[in-house]
């Protein structure tokens, strides 16, 4: 197990390297520089050159290419031209509310899935079957931007200006202005109730993904030798499907994991947009308009990476899952 | 030692339970109404949809008969737009008629024998009600937007009177309203309706073409072709799409063509893996080795013997990968990447609308819907497809 | 020894809080710059303890409370005013967390701000200015500001390698270390030539502290942690956090000069970036947030609606226009550029896309300016059958009958109109255009783009354009010479490239005329000159519309800006957001 | 003691009686590591220098446990795995060398049957466009006409009628698709046939009726079958000559009926011990039981495969150093180190 790890990461560095260089070459050819968003009249040409000097603009492209990429080999990812800082702590400002986000909603979205796949696959065929496919189809065929901005009209607006439920949710931001003089729980309450719009809007998406391929993966198994075996021997249906039948059927389920990674980082992108959300997938969007190649290629290369590392974990796990499958 | 013609194991003739009784008078009914005879024994999918087919066609036909007379006439300059909804009006109806009429008259007999597979997964696709439910809405979605012309009450670019018909709420003038151009919202979704359905169908159709081809070169070829191939799937599926698009966006000018072509070339890796893995399982098969200990060259193999083996996950993924491409294009547009005014597209209608959201709800909600309806009939047929095609999955 | 010894004196004499740092050992060149926030920010909590303790708040009904401003962007450079070029970060520099050395009133006529006062040497013909600081001000670290302070700003914004994004404020003044002399510790003097609103680069210029940036290199300025980690102003609001696309948070200053108002009332006051306007309109009707910066007018009749909310309308320095290029055969007659003008209904477009929030404009001079011709408001109004007229007349006829004139060679009135994605107003300029110049004969395309390929388009040597919706935001000195002046046409913001003798001479002579009554009749003239010559079709001045939660009071927004009383806002006690409120409910 | 004791590929009969002749046939596959950077050795060494020969007309039984290798044999054979070393000569023909041309014409004489009959025939073409389709690419059977004709032919040989044509495989029982796979190789009209468990995968009652036609064929089409199986009894049925593999050798090989009455090495006599016989008696030893796993042919045991295993009671230290040749007197051969010297 330990050498099958070590030589998948190995083999990750290349397409690492391999990504790194294509976006480099991708971002590099669109025209226009970061300079060029800064124009204002009051700005002089040379002032313009000069700001090219100063951000190193002013080399060719093969020699800024050699650069970053020595920089990039030995852990630095530059220094981003609109943040003022270095990309990697950019990234460790933000990163950290992306993956709290996702995986967030990878949880919701993998507990509220399986469930109803469980559901759907027991009553197949039956109402209850017809009208939980259609439900999770329904929120899976909407513009995540559009499910989002439905629930902050819903929960946040609605819920308190007109409806004025006991409970609503804050339509924006990751925490309220306050909550620096929050004491623990109620900084933990504050953090969570700021959570539930933009996951919930991530993981419905998600959820109806994951409960089509629950639903099959489960009829598939219960129609296998060894499910009838322990209906047979009398056990209850409930032992039947979660004992027996479950954990087999969660094995092609597992797979989504890292079929989903992908998915998950580029659906957070219109989500933190909706929701103001600082993270990833903004942060990218933002850079490549302004320009700011650094942050675009160490956000870009971070996101190749989390991508790669899902697709091992879920490597992993289907052995965890499956001790049919050895990795030497 | 002889051996009976045919076998002592041959499969016992079963009475299909669906054998239909002929129907008396059909053909005379079905002339006046396609689709009632159908209806009358009893298969209210088919029979409703050639209804529905007939007396829409028909209603469209008499109501809008100045622009069907106006495309019709070769001098009045019709628009290629007319000439093609002409087209389709003619031909649905022809369709509903005649299925109907030779419907009717046939001997209702099913066959039992001779069944290929792809018969087996339509009848046991058409015993899904949902499924057949998102078949016929894709159908009459496709029929709306090739009648786009006959159908919208306005022109869909035009601009009305900025002072005093913008964002004029739902009304009998406007029956979806107006938007901040005050050009009417129902004809833009009708002819919004063309630009999603071919940006989903062209875009697909890229996509599944090449997954396809790749992902069988790399299944039957295996050794060096696989791992260079599936390189890239990698590589392809760990790059950051949106940063691609966005670039891609940025380099050349955002026209229709280009987020087609960008959408197709950027979605194949999933058939490609699908694929793969399909033709892996398949190259282990027998009839796989058979095919090539018979000499056939690899060529035919993989067009004749392989693919036409993998095209029911194939096209499960593409009817699925339509609805997610409609999305997708959607979304893109909420970053200002879509489809551009002033042609009329659902995502982008959405995405313009949203801002206005409480003061004019009908400008992103109605198009909203259209994508909503349309990408669930897509994906109703895709799951119906999937457990139809999967002979595991048949009930 | 010596600073020691001064401390004492300045503590027995002054107020305690001259007790503040020492940098006596070389400044910010001790500072390293990997440390500079962990250095730094001890001090200026250490400062504002103290501050805090001696100047606290009389129980008045005004102090307290936290307010959020929220718009769509962040602020990139931050506080870092050498380097920052964005409309927002520069007003929360001048009047949130730095202070410049003088600043406009109401009635746009500078005031003493920094600089208690000043005096120039001719006032007709200024070629010195001797600015006289107050002593009252702190860095909020414990330092004094002082002439040093602005000695260092000024070298710095004159010298090109810093890159300072409004160099052109210095083209009449003699640069660098020549340009300013420290007279005192509190009083400077700059060396100018004679021109027109001299004083107008001191209001926007705010101040830098010499002590903490002084050493590091003018070309790694912009990177300098300084100005979005963690920066020491000395304006009424403390910096206490910055979350990147997220937040900005100040604090009150209690040592801010009580002669300027002392401590800000709001105890804090909070930026919020929220980048999708949808969700900024419902953070404000859910009080999420205060106020709303600039949403869309289409918005505003929910926030009239709403009983909760108020609508502040204030004159914009900002106009939207369609730059023609001249240089192409189509758009180099006048008489062709006019008649677009006269044959799109402008005041329709004001009128229904800004619900009738803005002006039409015929040049960039904004409706509040003193050289504001009123009169041409209504001179060009929509007109498409003189629209018609000046086209036959410059040789644009429809030859061929498919409704598009042709000139005599037989080429098309066409031309692609590029704007920019993400603007809304501008895409509906476009189709507008597109919908209404074709009902004149001139086909139009419209033609999408992202905003930095645009932008390299129409600044690059090709010039690949032939007519783009743009914006410009003016300073309150008005200065169009990179706009129109022949001598500037290979330069990047020349967009229409047109040559007229007359307006090169007009525009040298507004540059140096320091007298407003003189400068009018120029003005005027200018300004018809912009309607005969129409190098760009001008659309309107848009009012600076912002949504704002009535428990806010005493704010004022206008021209100078939304932030510039913002240390005079107050919130009702009652009405203050409870700090379990949001938990609670 | 007449004859010396030779090795086998010293004792082929001359190549003109030959129709096919394998002499030292090695498969390896790469192990099972994916990808790039596979580690050393791990080859799974599926078939480790096997031959042996097939007169025109007659069968040869390829028999063994499963993983012994004897399909890939049979199957590199045909060249539908690509051998990794030795000779493979089909009427003369070296097959290892031959060209995509050759190979195609070689595929038209020598075919093979597969175990599957679920798998061995596409499920997306009807009976009727399958046949017609292997005749059209060997231009075989003329004009469209033709080619019926010829179809209804092979079905009726097979014992399918043309009422069959045009149905698809999944409404075939298994011994109809196996009917159809012979049909399918009949199809070329070849002179060999490799049947991979012909009858393994079917009912009992349809085995009979499937060997039944086809030994009928062999009869009638003067065909050469190669069987490979587990099945002893059907292999004992079948077969001129018997071949018995162990972890990729041929460890005996002889006369049908000569080796179930005087098998020489340990492994076949285990393995013809295991028979159910119907007449028990005849000199038979009591059931030898084996005992130990088969070891992974990634890694055999050094010397004689089946050292670790071997119940002979005269197996000493040799056995686990030496690795015994397949020698003795035509036309029987054993690969044992104690039965060679006991001979």
């Not at chain 2, 499960?316 to 879509?338: C, D, M, Q, R």
């Not at chain 2, 042609?343 to 259209?370: E, K």
Request: net charge neutral; with cysteine; charged share 20%.
């Amino acid at each position: 197990m330990t050498r099958y790890l070590i030589r998948r990461t190995v083999l990750a560095i290349p397409l690492v390297l391999g990504i790194a260089t294509l976006l480099f070459f991708v971002i590099n050819l669109a025209p226009g520089d970061p300079t060029q968003l800064m124009i204002n009249p009051s700005m002089r040409a040379e002032v313009v050159e000069q700001m090219r000097a100063n951000f190193g603009l002013d080399q060719s492209l093969p020699v800024r290419y050699t650069k970053w990429l020595t920089a990039f080999v030995r852990g630095d990812l530059g220094y981003s031209y609109s943040y003022n800082q270095p990309v990697s702590q950019v990234i460790a400002q933000i990163l950290p509310n992306t993956l709290l986000l996702s995986g967030a909603a990878l949880v919701v979205a993998f507990v509220v899935g399986v469930l109803i796949g469980i559901v759907q696959a027991v009553r197949q065929y039956s109402l209850l079957d017809q009208a939980l496919s259609f439900v999770a189809l329904f929120f899976y065929s909407m513009p995540s931007f559009w499910l989002a901005l439905m629930m902050i009209l819903v929960f946040a607006l609605f819920a308190r200006n007109v409806w004025d439920w006991p409970i609503y949710f804050p339509p924006s931001g990751t925490r309220s202005v306050d909550f620096a003089q929050l004491g623990t729980w109620d900084q933990i309450v504050d953090r969570a109730r700021y959570m539930v719009l933009p996951v919930t809007s991530l993981a419905l998406v998600l959820a109806a993904g994951i409960a089509r391929y629950t639903r099959s993966s489960m009829l598939e198994v219960v129609r296998q030798d060894y499910v009838r075996t322990a209906r047979a021997k009398g056990l209850r249906e409930r032992t039947v499907i979660l004992k027996h039948a479950l954990r087999n059927a969660l094995i092609p389920v597992i797979t989504l994991f890292g079929l989903y990674l992908p998915v998950l980082f580029s659906g957070t992108v219109f989500i933190e947009y909706v929701f103001g959300w600082p993270g990833m997938g903004k942060t990218i969007i933002d850079a490549i308009s302004l320009r700011d190649y650094p942050v675009v290629m160490g956000t870009s290369v971070i996101f190749a990476c989390m991508v790669v590392v899902g697709n091992l974990i879920a490597d992993v796990l289907y052995a965890v899952v499956d001790p049919r499958i050895r990795y030497e | 030692m002889p051996l009976p013609v045919g076998g002592g194991d041959a499969v016992t003739a079963v009475a299909f339970p669906g054998a239909r009784r002929r129907t008396r008078g059909g053909r005379l009914l079905s002339a006046v109404m396609p689709g009632a005879p159908q209806l009358l024994v009893g298969r209210f999918g088919a029979g409703l949809t050639a209804l529905l087919v007939w007396v829409g066609l028909l209603a469209v036909l008499v109501l809008r008969w100045d622009r069907v007379w106006a495309a019709v006439r070769v001098s009045s300059g019709a628009s290629l737009d007319d000439r093609v909804a002409l087209v389709t009006l003619v031909a649905g109806l022809a369709a509903a008629w005649v299925w109907s009429f030779r419907d009717a008259g046939k001997v209702q007999e099913l066959r039992w024998v001779g069944v290929s597979q792809w018969v087996l997964a339509g009848r046991a696709f058409s015993r899904n009600r949902l499924a057949v439910l998102g078949a016929v809405g894709i159908l009459i979605l496709y029929l709306v937007a090739l009648l786009a012309p006959f159908l919208s009450p306005y022109d869909p670019s035009a601009l009305g009177d900025l002072l005093t018909e913008r964002l004029v709420p739902p009304s009998t003038a406007h029956l979806l309203g107006t938007d901040h151009f005050a050009r009417d919202v129902l004809s833009r979704v009708l002819y919004g309706a063309r630009i999603s359905l071919s940006i989903g169908f062209v875009a697909i159709g890229i996509s599944v073409t090449i997954g396809t081809l790749l992902g069988a070169v790399a299944g039957f070829f295996g050794s060096w072709v696989d791992t260079v191939l599936m390189r890239i799937v990698d590589m392809v599926i760990a790059f950051p799409q949106l940063v691609l698009l966005i670039t891609v966006i940025a380099l050349f000018q955002p026209s229709i063509f280009l987020i087609i072509a960008v959408l197709g070339l950027t979605q194949w890796t999933g058939t490609t893996r699908l694929v793969r893995g399909e033709v892996l399982s398949l190259r282990e098969r027998e009839f796989i080795q058979a095919a090539g200990a018979l000499g056939f060259s690899r060529a035919r193999i993989i067009f004749f013997h392989l693919v036409p083996n993998v095209l029911g996950p194939v096209i499960v993924a593409a009817t699925l990968g339509i609805g997610n491409t409609i999305v997708l294009e959607a979304s893109l547009s909420f970053l200002g990447l879509g489809v551009q005014p002033p042609t009329p597209s659902w995502g982008t209608m959405v995405a313009d609308g949203r801002s206005l959201m409480l003061q004019a709800w009908w400008l992103s909600t109605f198009p909203g819907l259209a994508i909503v309806f349309t990408v669930l009939a897509f994906n109703l047929v895709g799951d119906g497809l999937r457990d139809a095609l999967d002979p595991r999955l048949r009930r | 020894m010596m600073t020691t010894r001064a401390r004492i004196v300045l503590g027995l004499t002054v107020v305690a809080a001259a007790c503040g740092r020492d940098y006596a050992d070389g400044g910010a060149a001790a500072v390293g710059v990997e440390t500079f926030c962990a250095d730094v920010a001890p001090h200026v909590d250490a400062f504002m303890a103290r501050m805090e303790q001696e100047h606290s708040v009389t129980d008045s009904a005004r102090y307290g409370g936290t307010v959020v401003v929220a718009s769509i962007g962040d602020m990139v450079d931050g506080m870092n005013h050498f380097v920052s070029s964005d409309y927002t970060a520069s007003q929360n520099q001048q009047f949130v967390n730095l202070m410049s050395l003088i600043r406009y009133d109401a009635s746009i006529q500078p005031q003493p701000y920094l600089a208690e006062s000043w005096e120039v040497d001719d006032p007709t013909h200024p070629s010195t200015i001797t600015f006289h600081l107050r002593r009252d001000v702190y860095w909020h670290d414990g330092v004094r500001t002082d002439a040093n302070d602005v000695a260092f700003t000024y070298r710095v914004v004159t010298d090109p390698e810093t890159a300072y994004p409004n160099a052109a404020f210095w083209d009449h003044y003699v640069g660098g270390a020549e340009g300013i002399e420290v007279v005192d510790s509190f009083t400077v003097r700059v060396r100018l030539s004679p021109h027109a609103e001299y004083l107008d680069p001191w209001t926007g210029v705010s101040i830098m502290p010499r002590h903490l940036l002084e050493g590091v290199p003018v070309s790694q300025l912009k990177q300098h942690p300084y100005g979005t980690q963690c920066p020491v102003g000395n304006g009424p609001f403390v910096f206490v956090e910055h979350r990147p696309q997220e937040s900005w948070t100040f604090k009150t200053n209690p040592a801010f000069p009580t002669d300027l108002g002392g401590r800000p009332y709001v105890d804090r006051y909070v930026y919020r970036v929220i980048p999708e306007q949808a969700t900024l309109l419902t953070d404000l009707l859910t009080e999420n947030i205060d106020v709303y910066l600039a949403p869309r007018a289409d918005q505003v009749p929910e926030i009239i609606r709403s009983e909760d909310l108020d609508l502040l309308r204030s004159v914009s320095r900002s106009y939207t226009l369609v730059a023609w290029n001249a240089r192409r055969p189509q758009l180099a007659d006048a008489r062709v550029r006019r008649a677009m003008t006269l044959g799109t209904n402008r005041h329709e477009i004001v009128e229904a896309q800004l619900r009738g929030y803005g002006v039409v404009a015929n040049s960039g001079v904004p409706p509040f300016h003193w050289a504001y011709d009123p009169t041409l408001a209504d001179s060009v109004r929509y007109d498409p059958a003189e629209a018609r007229r000046l086209l036959e007349e410059a040789g644009w006829i429809d030859r061929d009958g498919d409704g598009v004139r042709e000139n005599a060679e037989g080429a098309p009135l066409a031309f692609t109109l590029k704007y920019n994605q993400g603007n809304q107003y501008r895409q509906d300029i476009a189709e507008i255009m597109q919908a209404q110049l074709g009902q004149i004969g001139v086909k139009v395309q419209p033609q999408v783009m992202e905003f930095g390929t645009m932008i390299a388009q129409l600044s690059g040597e090709e010039r690949d354009f032939d007519a783009t919706v743009v914006g410009w935001v003016t300073e309150f000195k008005l200065d169009d010479v990179d706009l129109f002046h022949s001598s500037r046409i290979d330069q990047p913001y020349a967009f229409s490239g047109t040559r007229n003798a007359q307006m090169d001479r007009l525009l040298d002579t507004l540059q140096l005329v320091v007298d407003r009554q003189a400068a009018i009749p120029l003005w005027k003239e200018y300004q018809q000159l912009l309607l005969r010559e129409q190098p760009y079709t001008y659309f309107y001045f848009p009012e600076r519309l912002n949504g704002i939660n009535k428990r806010v009071r005493g704010v004022t927004m206008d021209a100078r800006g939304e932030w510039v009383n913002i240390k005079d806002w107050w919130i009702p006690r009652d009405k203050r957001r409870a700090v379990q409120r949001a938990a609670a409910r | 003691m007449s004859e010396p004791v030779a090795s086998i590929e010293e004792a082929f009969p001359p190549s003109s009686d030959l129709l096919l002749e394998v002499r030292g046939l090695v498969k390896h596959f790469p192990g099972r590591s994916r990808g790039i950077g596979r580690g050393a050795g791990g080859h799974v060494r599926a078939v480790d220098g096997v031959s042996f020969w097939l007169q025109r007309g007659e069968t040869l039984g390829l028999v063994g446990e499963s993983g012994c290798g004897k399909t890939t044999t049979g199957r590199a054979v045909l060249r539908l795995i690509e051998p990794t070393a030795g000779d493979i000569r089909f009427r003369g023909q070296d097959v290892c060398a031959m060209d995509h041309r050759a190979l195609r014409a070689f595929r038209r004489q020598a075919q093979i049957m597969f175990q599957d009959p679920f798998g061995s025939l596409n499920p997306r073409l009807t009976v009727g466009a399958m046949l017609d389709e292997v005749l059209r690419v060997h231009r075989l059977g003329g004009d469209r006409d033709g080619r019926r004709r010829r179809i209804a032919e092979l079905l009726e040989r097979v014992g399918l009628g043309s009422e069959h044509l045009d149905r698809y495989p999944h409404e075939f029982s298994g011994g109809q698709r196996q009917r159809l796979g012979i049909a399918r190789s009949l199809a070329v009209e070849p002179e060999l046939l490799v049947l991979d468990e012909p009858v393994s995968a079917l009912d009992v009652s349809v085995q009979a009726q499937v060997v039944n036609l086809l030994e009928d064929l062999q009869a009638e089409l003067r065909l050469t079958y190669l069987i490979i199986a587990h099945d002893l009894s059907l292999v004992e049925h079948m077969s001129d000559r018997v071949a018995v593999m162990y972890l990729g050798r041929i460890v005996e090989t002889a006369p049908a009926a000569e080796l179930y009455r005087a098998p020489r090495h340990p492994y076949t006599r285990a393995l013809l011990s295991a028979i159910p016989r119907p007449d028990p008696g005849v000199g038979r030893v009591g059931r030898i039981v084996l005992v130990g796993d088969v070891p992974s042919p990634v890694s055999p045991p050094a010397g004689c495969p089946f050292h670790p295993r071997c119940p002979h009671p005269g197996k000493d230290v040799d056995c686990g150093s030496l690795v015994p040749d397949l020698e003795g007197k035509a036309p029987h051969f054993a690969a044992c180190l104690k039965e060679a010297m006991s001979e």
